[in-house]
């Protein structure tokens, strides 16, 4: 599903966020991402949804192999991936409801197809009561489900999870594993990246942990705290 190998990145001012970062992710993997601030996870992550380019390295997403994507693939790979972000980047001045089919509408999907899968996923994530609630009349949590909804309502293979309980307090950071975990129960892969570690530690998945721009451990179920 995801590969990444020698992958190396220097940004214009010469620093070098990741160094010789090589991994692979399966299909239906749950992978946490850790390190401390400025260890490269959002490098990491960026590359990972082509916001970035790296410098030298190959990375491949599905059938996506970015070293021969151009411009015009980038918007068709992008559909086949959800990105949720710690600050939600929820459009203010449409409804919860719009905000989700906006992601359908882009891709110019039917408006006979949008109105059902939209119900779905809101449901899904628990929010089907504040279809027409905007962004700002929710609290944190309900906004980050808006997000995910959002993100999932294209079906896609990956999702991709910026420290999505960054702002959360622990009881709403919780029901967003739940969501997370059940839509990685369902067969979507997820990579989250996280600092949370009472999460790690509470929900067991795969662990790599950056530190220097490199991938120092990973682990199946490793626990945070122990790092190495
Ligand atoms: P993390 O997400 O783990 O905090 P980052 O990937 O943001 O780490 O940063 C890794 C390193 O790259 C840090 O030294 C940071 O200062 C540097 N960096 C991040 N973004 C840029 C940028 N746009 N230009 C130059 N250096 C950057």
């Given amino acids: ?49 082509h916001e970035l380019t790296p410098t ?3 990375i491949t997403v599905g059938k996506y192999d970015f070293a021969k994507m151009d411009n015009k693939d980038v918007p068709l790979f ?33 408006e006979d197809e949008i109105k059902p899968r939209v119900l779905h996923v809101l ?6 009561q504040k279809l027409r609630r905007f962004p700002n009349e929710l609290s944190g949590g309900e906004q980050q489900r808006v ?3 959002r993100a999932i309502v294209n079906a896609p293979d990956v999702v991709i999870a910026d420290e999505p ?5 622990p009881d709403t950071s919780d029901g967003i594993m739940d969501i997370l975990e059940r839509i990685n129960a369902d ?18 998945h795969r662990l790599l942990e950056i530190a220097g721009g490199r991938l120092v ?11 190495a």
């Fill in 187 to 204: 067969g979507t892969t997820v990579i989250m990246a996280t600092h949370n570690r009472e999460l790690v530690n509470s929900r067991p």
């Fill in 1 to 49: 599903m995801i590969q990444m190998k020698n992958v190396m990145k220097q940004y214009d001012n010469g620093v070098i966020a990741i160094k010789d970062l090589s991994l692979s992710v399966d299909p239906g993997e749950f992978v946490y991402v850790i390190g401390s601030s400025g260890a490269g996870k959002s490098t990491f992550i960026k590359m990972l949804y």
């Fill in 147 to 149: 997000s995910i909804a």
């Fill in 165 to 169: 309980t960054g702002n959360l307090d």
């Fill in 123 to 128: 449901k899904l994530v628990g929010l089907e």
């Fill in 56 to 58: 030298k390295g190959t």
């Fill in 78 to 110: 992008r559909r086949e991936l959800g990105i949720v972000f710690q600050d939600f980047k929820l459009l203010p001045r449409l409804t919860v409801y719009e905000n989700v089919a906006y992601a359908m509408e882009v891709i110019e999907k039917d």
């Fill in 217 to 227: 451990r990973d682990e199946e179920g490793g626990a945070y705290g122990n790092e």
